[in-house]
């Protein structure tokens, strides 16, 4: 069975609220409020979402489909992974300026089939916990947010412009930034990487925040110089950079793997 609920203003439940939807469920309204009471159950087979903010929690897995357009925000819990659907693909905007964010937060991975669109104008946000963030991992996506915060063990995630890392705390970071030639990759908040930093970028990789923390790095830019900062020791393990590279260490040692500097 599907589910087509439409409102011209909120979509909400009452507590001890259940509800399962084997196939599609779809919420069209003003503020959609669905499962966040500890008592609630909520299970869909896919999900879709539009109006001027969504807050939804479900009891397991989730799937994402078709056009998900939220003005202000698009705030999504699932116990299990949370994925695009490859089928049908999905479109996610969040259009309010700065302010329009996407926060996912997964028991599980988090993917997106082929062919997704992220088009969030803010913060985009997604923790996977223990597990792995694959984002814009093949052609047909189309990948862009305002920034981008990370947590999980391996995140990699292809950008369609310049990628600005709010805050991280992962793993293992494989980060590009590759399709226009002005593309760049920078941070704006603290980047913790325990094993190994990788980012590529066409007009350079700037991360100096004095916060940030990597085991190993890797950089490499087109036309650019690559510039990062960490408050402990790190190692260098492959830097390709056109015009300079600037490494600094605040409060430690900067070692080499051997594979060098070009």
Do not use: H, R, Y
Not at 62 to 76: H, I, K, Q
Not at 236 to 256: D, E, H, K, R, Y
């Amino acid at each position: 069975t599907s589910l087509a609920m439409t409102s011209t203003s909120v979509i909400d439940n009452l507590t001890l609220a259940s509800l399962t939807v084997t196939v599609n469920a779809s919420f069209t309204g003003t503020d959609i409020n669905l499962g966040n009471a500890p008592a609630d159950v909520m299970n869909f087979g896919t999900l879709t979402v539009n109006g001027t903010s969504a807050n939804v929690s479900e009891n397991s897995a989730t799937s994402v489909t078709g056009a998900n357009v939220v003005a202000g925000g698009f705030t999504l819990t699932s116990a299990g992974a949370i994925d695009t659907d490859p089928v049908f693909p999905a479109v996610l905007a969040v259009t309010s300026g700065t302010a329009g964010s996407l926060s996912w937060t997964a028991g599980g991975t988090i993917t997106d089939g082929a062919g997704t669109t992220f088009a969030v104008a803010g913060l985009a946000s997604f923790n996977a916990g223990a597990n792995a963030v694959t984002l814009g991992d093949t052609g047909l996506d189309v990948t862009n947010f305002g920034s981008l915060g990370l947590v999980g063990t391996t995140a990699t995630v292809t950008e369609d412009s310049s990628m600005v890392l709010a805050a991280v705390n992962v793993t293992n970071l494989v980060v590009t930034a590759t399709t226009n030639p002005a593309d760049t990759i920078t941070d704006s908040g603290t980047v913790i990487v325990t094993g190994t930093l990788t980012a590529t970028a066409s007009a350079g990789v700037v991360l100096n925040s004095t916060t940030n923390d990597a085991g190993t790095i890797n950089l490499f830019t087109g036309t650019g110089g690559a510039t990062f900062t960490d408050a402990t020791s790190f190692t260098v393990g492959t830097i390709t950079a056109a015009v300079g590279v600037v490494l600094t260490s605040l409060g430690g040692s900067i070692f080499s793997d051997g594979v060098g500097v070009d």
